[in-house]
């Protein structure tokens, strides 16, 4: 009698360990889809015992293909949240899942309207980055598959849900930081990449509203807007420092920060006037622990991922999302005495 394979006998003929194989028959630990069906086929080749146990185990896992559409592709801050989402997406092990990831360089509705369109019609879920505007909401609404925003909100009714850090406490955080402190009240600059992300305009309104409230002593200039381009931001902040002496504090709401602080560095004004910005990343690593800035509010980048992935999985299902459509994560806070 032909001796029956063994468990080892199938890691061998499928060129996998038998800690891989141990995890498609017991689901323990997610498995790329491709290296699933190679252990299923030398498990039929072999007639291994347990075959319909593994094709039974990959007929539970369906299979998801999600797609990203992010802003920025050299930001580091995107890179990061591109590789935490095509991490999860991987991870999980719901689902057998696939990540397609692309990125909309330019702050143009009609651009990212396309793309939308593009890349929902090929994935089963789509998850986006994009300023709120009537040509991206129309989008959204045309592709047909659930479509979750990330960072920023649109005001489409027929987008899933909306995944990022609490806007509102974000910018009295900042609000409250800066007003505490500076050695003396001031002006106050804010930038922004766009008032059509919804999430930046209410970073400054909740912003304004600490200031009126609890410092009115700070007078708040009007917002510069530098598309979080960091060119533009650099442009900017330097004016506005050269313009007000008596600049006490500047909130970066959005991106382009490495170019406010090239312009804090170049003005000599980083240790006199407080700045607070978004995303611990590199350069604002650097500029917390010189001193050019004094405090980050930063995604957390691994927990919006693993969220994003769970329920677009369970969008895909059909499931119910009541509770769950907008989940606001509060910002990590970050000084040079705490990274």
């Known amino acids: ?38 252990v299923v086929q030398a498990a039929e080749k072999l007639g291994y015992h347990a075959t319909s146990l593994l094709r039974q185990r990959l007929a539970e896992t369906p299979q998801r293909h999600f ?4 802003q920025k592709r050299n930001d580091d801050f995107y890179k990061l949240l591109a590789a935490q989402l095509s991490s999860a997406t991987r991870a999980a092990n719901f689902i057998r899942g ?7 360089d330019e702050i143009v509705p009609s651009l990212i309207a396309a793309k939308i369109e593009e890349t929902g019609g090929k994935v089963d879920a789509l998850a986006v980055v994009a300023v709120d505007h009537p040509l991206v909401n129309e ?35 900042a609000a409250w930081a ?15 990449g766009s008032h059509r992300y919804l999430s930046q305009e209410l970073s400054e309104i909740s912003f304004r509203s ?13 917002p510069l807007i530098n598309l979080d381009d960091q060119r533009i931001a650099y442009e900017a902040a330097s004016d506005l420092i050269a313009s007000n002496p008596e600049l006490a504090g500047i909130y970066v709401a959005g991106g382009g920060v490495e170019g406010v602080i090239r312009a804090l560095k170049e003005e000599g004004a980083g240790r006199q006037i407080i700045t607070v910005c978004n995303e611990l990343m590199p350069a604002t ?27 677009m999985a369970r969008a895909c299902n059909g499931e119910s999302l009541e509770g769950m459509a ?14």
């Open 1 to 38: 009698m032909a001796k029956r394979p063994t468990i080892n006998d199938l890691a061998r003929e499928a060129g996998v360990s038998v800690a891989t194989v141990d995890r498609v028959l017991n689901r323990r630990l997610p498995v790329r889809e491709n290296t699933a069906n190679i």
């Open 67 to 70: 797609g990203f559409l992010l």
């Open 98 to 104: 696939r990540a397609t990831i692309d990125f909309m």
């Open 139 to 173: 989008a959204i609404g045309s592709v047909g598959k659930p479509v979750f925003t990330l960072l920023s909100d649109v005001t489409s009714p027929q987008r899933a849900g909306y995944l990022a850090v609490d806007s509102r406490r974000a910018g009295r955080t």
């Open 178 to 192: 800066i007003s505490r402190l500076a050695n003396k009240a001031g002006k106050i600059g804010i930038l922004l």
């Open 210 to 222: 600490y200031i009126r409230e609890h410092a009115a002593e700070f007078l708040l200039l009007e």
């Open 285 to 311: 690593r650097a500029a917390l622990i010189d001193g050019t800035i004094d405090l980050v509010l930063s995604t957390p980048v691994e927990q919006l991922a693993r969220r994003t992935v769970e329920l």
């Open 326 to 339: 907008q989940l606001l994560f509060p910002a990590d806070i970050h000084i040079s005495e705490n990274i």
